[in-house]
């Protein structure tokens, strides 16, 4: 059985305008609002666009650029909400499997 904390992984690092970053795998979900759209929608990481906006904790922020890398290691956090912020913009904890 390979070892969880070994397997190499796709992950997506999105950088804002103002330089905050937050990096996930593939298949991780995060909330994400649309240029065009008034609402809030929930994407894999990997369906993410320049289009989208990534929400803060008290706005949304434009991405300047999407990175795509593969790294050895990762974990999936667990919360009571399935929510959570990471450098105070707001992910999921559920992953698409």
């Known amino acids: 059985m390979e070892n969880f904390f070994s397997l190499i992984a796709e992950f ?4 804002t305008i103002e330089g905050q970053t937050v990096s996930l795998t593939e298949t991780h979900y995060i909330v994400v609002a649309s240029n065009n759209e008034k609402r809030m929608n929930i994407k894999p990481a990997s369906s993410v666009t320049l289009a989208d906006q990534l929400i803060m904790a008290n706005r949304s922020i434009s991405l300047q650029r999407i990175v795509i ?3 050895i290691g990762y974990h ?3 919360t009571l909400s399935g929510y959570l912020l990471v450098n105070n913009i707001s992910t999921s904890a559920y992953v698409n499997l």
């Open 76 to 78: 999936s956090t667990i």
């Open 69 to 71: 890398s593969k790294r």
């Open 12 to 15: 997506y690092t999105f950088i």
